[in-house]
C-alpha cells in the first residue's frame, strides 16, 4: 500500500467503523498499467496477436473490465491491509461505496461494517453466588431405579375389561376430514401408539382414554397454527379411530434377577451403588451447570454494552442448524424439520443475544485477568474427545484441523478456565433444594 493513502477512521458506533480512503492518480495508474498487462497476455481481438495488443485498443475493447478490476484490487488491499496494521476486529463484509476510476483523479472509496466491541469487563470479581448442594434424595434414587425398570418392561396384550388409560400401548387405524373431505395425509393403519406420548396434535390422545378394543370412536381437534403443514395449520381436523389393540406394560421386580440384565454388576448392591453414584454426578453437573447461568446474569447485570447484530444473526443460524439436527434425528421428515425450525429465528433472538454477550464478556476477563489455553491443555482435550470416540488421536486431531475446529475446543477451554477463575473468586452460598421447598411451602 502506498504511504500517500490518505485513510479516515470512523467510529459510527460502539460496533460500526467506517473507512474512507483516497487513493493518489499515480497508485491507480500504475494499478490500471498491471491490470492491462495481464488483459493483453490473453486478450483476443482479431488482426492482433495475444501479448502484442496495443494498448489504445486494449482500453476500446476492455475498458470497463479493466476499471473494475483495478477498482477491484484497489479496494481489497487498503480495506485488507488497514485492519491488519490498526488492528481492526471486523465482523462483516464491508459495505463499499465507490464511483469507479476517472483518469487523473484520485481513487476514493468507503467501506463501512461492524466491528466487535471493546467490552472493559467490570464488577467480575467477588460475585455473592448461591450454589445448590447436589444432595441424592431417596425420591431420586427411586425414580432412577422406576426408569430402569421401565427400560426392562414386557408388552402383554390387556386381559382385563376396561378401556384405555394413559400409558397403555393402542393399535389404531384412523383418517381424518376437513370439512368433511378425507385428507390422505391423516390416514393410516396399524398405527402404534402410547397414549400420553403426545405424539400427536394435543387433545387426540386425551379422547382415547377409555375406548375400548375393537370399538370405534370420533375424535375433534384443533391443529396448532404453527403446525409444519400449512394447508392443516389453524383447521378443525374429524379423526375416525378404530382400535384395533391395547397393550400394556409389564414391569420386572428389581431383584438379583433383575441384575442378570447388566453384565457389569454381580449384585443388586452394585447396581443400586453404581445408580446412586450416577445421580450424584448428574445433580453435581445440573449444580454446576445452573452455577454458571446465575454468573452468567450477574455479569450481563453489571456490564451493559452493545453488540453487532450480525453476531446475534449467525448464533440464531446455529441454533435454528442444531434444532433442525436434532429435529431429524428424533424421526422428523429432514424437510419439515427444516421449515419449523426457521420458523423459530424470532424466537431464539433474545437467546442468542444473551450467548453473544456472554461469550464476549468471558473472552474479554481473560484477556484482563492473563487467561490461556496451553498446548498441553488443548492436547489433553484432544486425546480425551479421541477416547470417548474409540479413535486413534492423530486421527482426530487430524480431522479437528481439517473442519477448523481446533479453535472452537480452545475456546470451550478457555471459558471453562474463566468460569473457574470466577468461581474462585467469588463467594458462594450453599443451599440445600430441600430447605428451598419447606421455606415455599411456610409461605
Given at each position: 500500500?502506498?504511504?500517500?493513502?490518505?485513510?479516515?477512521?470512523?467510529?459510527?458506533?460502539?460496533?460500526?467503523?467506517?473507512?474512507s480512503?483516497d487513493?493518489?492518480?499515480?497508485?491507480?495508474k500504475?494499478?490500471?498499467?498491471?491490470?492491462?498487462?495481464?488483459?493483453?497476455?490473453?486478450?483476443?481481438?482479431?488482426?492482433?496477436?495475444?501479448?502484442?495488443?496495443?494498448?489504445?485498443?486494449?482500453?476500446?475493447?476492455?475498458?470497463?473490465?479493466?476499471?473494475?478490476?483495478?477498482?477491484?484490487?484497489?479496494?481489497?488491499?487498503?480495506?485488507?491491509?488497514?485492519?491488519?496494521?490498526?488492528?481492526?476486529?471486523?465482523?462483516?463484509?464491508?459495505?463499499?461505496?465507490?464511483?469507479g476510476?476517472?483518469?487523473?483523479?484520485?481513487?476514493?472509496?468507503?467501506?463501512?461494517?461492524?466491528?466487535?466491541?471493546?467490552v472493559?469487563?467490570?464488577d467480575?470479581?467477588?460475585?455473592?453466588?448461591?450454589?445448590?448442594?447436589?444432595?441424592?434424595t431417596?425420591?431420586?434414587?427411586?425414580?432412577?431405579?422406576?426408569e430402569?425398570?421401565?427400560?426392562?418392561?414386557?408388552?402383554?396384550?390387556?386381559?382385563?375389561?376396561?378401556?384405555?388409560?394413559?400409558?397403555?400401548?393402542?393399535?389404531?387405524?384412523?383418517e381424518?376430514?376437513?370439512?368433511?373431505?378425507?385428507i390422505?395425509?391423516?390416514?393410516?393403519?396399524?398405527?402404534?401408539?402410547?397414549?400420553?406420548?403426545?405424539?400427536?396434535?394435543?387433545?387426540?390422545?386425551d379422547?382415547?382414554?377409555?375406548?375400548?378394543?375393537?370399538?370405534?370412536?370420533?375424535?375433534?381437534?384443533?391443529?396448532?397454527?404453527?403446525y409444519?403443514?400449512?394447508?392443516?395449520?389453524?383447521?378443525?381436523?374429524?379423526?375416525?379411530?378404530?382400535?384395533k389393540?391395547?397393550?400394556?406394560?409389564?414391569?420386572?421386580?428389581?431383584?438379583?434377577?433383575?441384575?442378570?440384565?447388566?453384565?457389569?454388576?454381580?449384585?443388586?448392591?452394585?447396581l443400586?451403588?453404581d445408580?446412586?453414584?450416577?445421580?450424584?454426578?448428574?445433580?453435581?453437573?445440573?449444580?454446576?451447570?445452573?452455577l454458571?447461568?446465575?454468573?452468567?446474569?450477574?455479569?450481563?447485570?453489571?456490564?451493559d454494552?452493545?453488540v453487532?447484530?450480525?453476531?446475534?444473526?449467525?448464533?440464531?443460524?446455529?441454533?435454528?442448524?442444531?434444532?433442525?439436527?436434532?429435529?431429524?434425528?428424533?424421526?422428523?421428515?429432514?424437510?419439515?424439520?427444516?421449515?419449523?425450525?426457521?420458523?423459530?429465528?424470532?424466537?431464539?433472538?433474545?437467546?442468542?443475544?444473551?450467548?453473544?454477550?456472554?461469550?464476549?464478556?468471558?473472552?474479554?476477563?481473560?484477556?484482563?485477568?492473563?487467561?490461556?489455553?496451553?498446548?498441553?491443555?488443548?492436547?489433553?482435550e484432544i486425546?480425551?474427545?479421541?477416547?470417548?470416540?474409540?479413535?486413534?488421536?492423530?486421527?482426530?486431531?487430524?480431522?479437528?484441523?481439517?473442519?477448523?475446529?481446533?479453535?472452537?475446543?480452545?475456546?470451550?477451554?478457555?471459558?471453562r478456565?474463566?468460569?473457574?477463575?470466577?468461581?474462585?473468586?467469588?463467594?458462594?452460598?450453599p443451599i440445600?433444594?430441600?430447605?428451598?421447598?419447606?421455606?415455599?411451602?411456610?409461605?
Amino acid at each position: 500500500m502506498s504511504d500517500s493513502a490518505a485513510v479516515n477512521i470512523e467510529s459510527i458506533s460502539s460496533v460500526k467503523m467506517k473507512l474512507s480512503f483516497d487513493i493518489p492518480w499515480l497508485d491507480v495508474k500504475s494499478e490500471l498499467d498491471t491490470v492491462y498487462r495481464q488483459v493483453g497476455k490473453t486478450a483476443k481481438i482479431k488482426g492482433f496477436r495475444p501479448g502484442k495488443i496495443p494498448r489504445e485498443i486494449l482500453e476500446r475493447y476492455y475498458r470497463r473490465e479493466a476499471e473494475d478490476e483495478t477498482a477491484s484490487n484497489l479496494v481489497n488491499r487498503h480495506y485488507w491491509k488497514t485492519l491488519q496494521e490498526k488492528q481492526i476486529p471486523a465482523v462483516t463484509r464491508p459495505e463499499i461505496e465507490q464511483k469507479g476510476i476517472e483518469a487523473e483523479k484520485e481513487f476514493s472509496f468507503s467501506a463501512t461494517f461492524e466491528v466487535e466491541p471493546v467490552v472493559e469487563p467490570k464488577d467480575y470479581i467477588g460475585l455473592a453466588l448461591e450454589k445448590e448442594e447436589p444432595v441424592v434424595t431417596e425420591e431420586d434414587f427411586a425414580a432412577r431405579m422406576e426408569e430402569l425398570r421401565r427400560m426392562f418392561a414386557t408388552m402383554e396384550e390387556l386381559q382385563e375389561e376396561r378401556g384405555a388409560l394413559r400409558g397403555d400401548f393402542v393399535t389404531i387405524d384412523f383418517e381424518g376430514s376437513v370439512a368433511g373431505e378425507a385428507i390422505k395425509e391423516l390416514k393410516s393403519e396399524n398405527y402404534f401408539l402410547e397414549i400420553g406420548s403426545n405424539a400427536f396434535v394435543p387433545g387426540f390422545e386425551d379422547q382415547l382414554i377409555g375406548a375400548k378394543k375393537s370399538e370405534t370412536v370420533s375424535i375433534a381437534v384443533k391443529f396448532p397454527e404453527t403446525y409444519h403443514a400449512a394447508h392443516l395449520a389453524g383447521k378443525d381436523v374429524a379423526f375416525t379411530v378404530g382400535v384395533k389393540g391395547i397393550r400394556i406394560k409389564k414391569l420386572p421386580e428389581i431383584d438379583e434377577e433383575f441384575v442378570k440384565n447388566f453384565e457389569r454388576y454381580d449384585s443388586l448392591e452394585a447396581l443400586r451403588a453404581d445408580v446412586r453414584k450416577s445421580l450424584e454426578e448428574d445433580k453435581r453437573r445440573r449444580s454446576d451447570a445452573e452455577l454458571e447461568r446465575l454468573i452468567d446474569a450477574r455479569l450481563l447485570a453489571n456490564n451493559d454494552f452493545e453488540v453487532p447484530g450480525s453476531l446475534v444473526e449467525r448464533q440464531i443460524y446455529y441454533m435454528i442448524s442444531d434444532t433442525q439436527r436434532r429435529m431429524a434425528a428424533g424421526g422428523m421428515d429432514p424437510k419439515q424439520a427444516a421449515d419449523l425450525s426457521f420458523r423459530l429465528h424470532d424466537q431464539f433472538r433474545e437467546e442468542a443475544l444473551r450467548t453473544v454477550k456472554v461469550g464476549l464478556l468471558l473472552r474479554s476477563i481473560a484477556e484482563k485477568e492473563g487467561l490461556q489455553v496451553a498446548e498441553d491443555e488443548l492436547e489433553k482435550e484432544i486425546r480425551e474427545i479421541a477416547m470417548q470416540r474409540g479413535q486413534d488421536y492423530r486421527i482426530v486431531r487430524e480431522k479437528l484441523e481439517k473442519d477448523a475446529l481446533i479453535d472452537n475446543i480452545s475456546n470451550v477451554l478457555l471459558n471453562r478456565k474463566t468460569y473457574e477463575f470466577l468461581r474462585e473468586k467469588a463467594t458462594i452460598t450453599p443451599i440445600r433444594k430441600e430447605r428451598i421447598e419447606s421455606a415455599e411451602e411456610g409461605k
